[in-house]
């Protein structure tokens, strides 16, 4: 899964953010950095290069992940941990960056409560979201397919996952919760450029949990083409380019 996360999606889904985000985490200077959920390390790559002074600490729940990214950005100190109990001490960092991971914790109460644990007094805590499922082109067409190939019981990990943490006030609600102040929230629409729907479509289906649904049904080959199918209908076979919207927070311990 991380090798074809890292070759279909990094590109054209996340690379266009991880740099929105590492121009925001440089310009408040920090020195010493934790990423949460840090994947392939794509963000963790760019923090590196665009704050060569600060210390990166990357850490993701999945082991292959970390195993990869370690691999692919060897400067920082990688390390397997849960959100939730992260294994650090307090005040150990000044800016905790985390993309597109918020949505995964079980508990963000519990995971925002950690983050600020770790955090130095006024330390800075900058992440994103995805906007509702719509209004990422990619992933509402993936969707539709697999609809599709599902007419009677489809996949829901994009809508519910991904996409189920979609409403600024509810977030920002959580993090207050949890004693930050949002200094600043932005919605914000990228563009995504893909080679091919094919190449999009396996990516989703090849590297992320919708793998397992559709290894589960036994017919793999069908599915792929039918969402390949669904996708071009409605976004063109290739070269495509879509756009994606995201909210981008920052706030403060």
């Known amino acids: 899964m991380p090798a074809a996360y890292e070759q279909y999606l990094v590109p054209v889904v996340f690379r266009p953010f991880a740099e929105d985000l590492t121009g925001r985490a440089a310009a408040l200077r920090p020195r010493r950095i934790l990423e949460l959920a840090a994947g392939t390390g794509v963000l963790t790559s760019d ?4 704050v060569p ?29 849960d959100v939730q109990r992260l294994p650090f001490p307090d005040e150990s960092f000044d800016l905790v960056v985390c993309q597109f991971g918020v949505m995964f914790f079980p508990d963000r109460g519990a995971a925002f409560t950690e983050v600020r644990r770790v955090l130095t007094s006024g330390g800075r805590f900058l992440f994103n979201t ?6 990422h082109a990619f992933e509402a067409a993936l969707q539709a397919g697999l609809e599709r ?13 991904p996409h189920g943490y979609d409403g600024p006030a509810v977030v920002a609600a959580d993090l207050a919760a ?33 793998r397992a649904a ?3 049904c036994g017919e ?20 495509v380019t879509a756009p994606m919207t995201a909210y981008v927070f920052l706030a403060a311990a």
Do not use: H, I, K
């Not at 995805?130 to 209004?135: F, S």
């Not at 990228?190 to 999009?200: I, N, P």
């Open 47 to 50: 923090l590196l290069t665009a």
């Open 53 to 81: 002074s600060a210390e990166v600490t990357a850490t993701d729940l999945n082991e292959a992940m970390v195993c990869f990214g370690s691999v692919r950005a060897p400067a920082a100190m990688w390390r397997q941990a």
């Open 130 to 135: 995805w906007g509702p499922l719509r209004t």
């Open 149 to 161: 190939a599902f007419p009677v019981d489809p996949p829901r990990f994009l809508p519910t996952v």
């Open 178 to 210: 949890a004693g930050f102040t949002v200094q600043e929230e932005q919605e914000l629409t990228l563009q995504g450029r893909a080679a091919s729907t094919v190449d999009v479509a396996t990516g989703y289906l090849t590297g992320t949990p919708l």
């Open 214 to 216: 559709v290894e589960e």
């Open 220 to 239: 793999g080959p069908a599915v792929r083409a039918t969402v390949v199918e669904e996708m071009a209908a409605r976004l063109g076979p290739g070269p």
